[in-house]
């Protein structure tokens, strides 16, 4: 049954809005990977979450068939919709153009109703900052790539229960009956053919290379140390790429890292000649309504092979300097972000220096709010935050302008945002680490480290393989 009478539908279409309709039913025989089945189309998407590795999130998100791409190369703006065009100019500009609607919620209750998913890339920044471009781009896909849906699917963790969700625009002709009969036969698609897809063997892909030796990234975190020493920078990340073939397919691969590596960002999204995935435990920002929320995590330590190691390396860690400093100088960097589109006094430390468990790291955590401004939204947090101080160092731009000369490659996805824009005005975007993309039976995963004056090039080399490991392992 939908949720709205004909009355209601009709007197919401005269308004001029853009407005949910939805049909919510029982939802326990059925979970988010059986729906991402059954549901048909293309570029299909999921984002799931699971707090600190542990309890899922209350939300999970499906969807397919997007009416609307928007795709980046530099300042080339391509947008598919029935016809391709061609623009120039910030790519964000555009998602907003088509996302920022009159929009009534309707009585829906979540925090995205339908809107652009997708991926802004690392090297986005170079429409924001005039930073040297030196390097090749060896994978080949767009700098960020947005897709719009107005319908999908919602699966509600608590309640246990599947909602199936479309919005309806005010040039839209679909009648009432129309919609209702779409709805329904969405939600017989989800649940009808109900099977139990095991999950393949993996493909052990283990000829993994490297865009660095061992002793090319070593000199790679002595040069970065060099200028830190000179007071060019406070810290810098610098990263490095593993690339190996896979006979996996794609979504399977991503079954086997939700299962391993749960993680407050879980996404799969199916760009058609590609595939994003990623288990990243890192907000870049996000908004609710008028709060503008970032979570900086830097500080690592291996898991222990006990509760005990465990304990004793979360000690070691949060009583470490060198870890401490670094952290501080971050979330520092963390509020000064958040600060540019944020009510004057409003910014704020809901956690400071907290150690979180995933499945093969720890890391240091803090929460950083604020209250929007109200001359600003999701599109200025997202530019002001955009790439983290984690992934760069600092400051920021003379950490990116080194990151340019220090690694042999563009970024491309890597260390670049992947989330949400809903159209009730929320944003969601974490920082894509942990995160791997595949591309004609290749995959491609990046991991980085932050250098500070005392680091030690060989430690560091292997925390970058440590922040990789999952991902390898699902390979």
Request: glycine residues 6%.
């Amino acid at each position: 049954m939908l949720n709205i009478s004909k009355e209601e539908f009709d007197k919401l279409k005269s308004k001029n809005v853009v407005f949910p309709i939805y049909i919510e039913i029982n939802g326990d025989e059925l979970t988010p990977v059986s729906i991402f089945y059954n549901l048909k189309g293309k570029n299909k998407f999921l984002l799931e979450s699971a707090e600190s590795g542990k309890e899922w999130g209350r939300y999970s998100f499906i969807g397919s068939n997007p009416y609307l791409k928007v795709k980046s190369y530099g300042n080339k703006v391509e947008i598919e919709n029935k016809q391709r065009t061609i623009k120039y100019g910030k790519v964000l500009d555009y998602i907003k153009e088509n996302i920022q609607q009159n929009y009534d919620k309707n009585g829906l209750k979540l925090p995205f109703t339908g809107g652009a998913i997708g991926y802004a890339g690392y090297d986005i920044i170079r429409q924001y900052e005039k930073l040297p471009d030196k390097n090749i781009d060896e994978i080949g896909v767009p700098e960020s790539y947005f897709m719009f849906y107005k319908e999908f699917v919602c699966y509600d963790h608590f309640k246990h229960t599947v909602s199936v969700i479309y919005n309806v625009f005010p040039n839209d002709f679909e009648s009432y009956d129309a919609i209702k009969e779409r709805l329904s036969s969405l939600l017989n698609e989800i649940k009808n053919n109900i099977e139990n897809h095991e999950l393949p063997v993996k493909s052990n892909a283990t000829n993994f290379k490297s865009n660095f030796t061992m002793e090319e990234f070593c000199k790679t975190v002595e040069k970065a140390k060099e200028y830190i020493k000179n007071g060019d920078i406070f810290q810098v990340v610098p990263s490095q790429r593993l690339i190996a073939k896979t006979d996996s397919q794609p979504f399977d691969i991503y079954r086997r890292l939700r299962s391993i590596n749960p993680s407050p960002y879980l996404f799969y999204i199916d760009f058609g000649d590609y595939q994003l995935m990623g288990s990243s435990p890192e907000s870049l920002v996000a908004v609710f309504g008028n709060k503008v929320i970032t979570n900086p995590i830097a500080g690592t330590r291996p898991r222990g092979k006990s509760e005990e190691e465990d304990l004793k390396l979360k000690e070691e860690l949060i009583n470490d300097e060198k870890e401490r400093a670094e952290h501080v100088m971050l979330v520092d960097l963390g509020r000064n972000d958040i600060g540019k589109v944020s009510e004057f006094g409003s910014v704020k430390l809901d956690r400071f220096m907290e150690v979180d468990f995933y499945s093969h790291v720890m890391h240091i955590v803090s929460k950083v709010s604020g209250k929007l401004k109200k001359d600003m939204t999701a599109f200025d947090a997202l530019a002001a935050c955009l790439p983290a101080g984690t992934v760069t160092g600092a400051p920021k731009v003379r950490a990116m302008e080194i990151i340019d000369e220090l690694e042999n490659i563009r970024r491309s996805f890597y260390a670049g945002a992947v989330g949400y824009f809903s159209y009730n005005g929320n944003m969601d975007m974490c920082i894509a680490i942990r995160t791997l993309l595949l591309k004609d039976n290749i995959a491609y995963l990046q991991a980085g480290c932050g250098i500070v004056y005392d680091s030690n090039p060989e430690s560091e080399y292997y925390e970058t393989l440590n922040k990789a490991m999952a991902l390898k392992e699902v390979l």
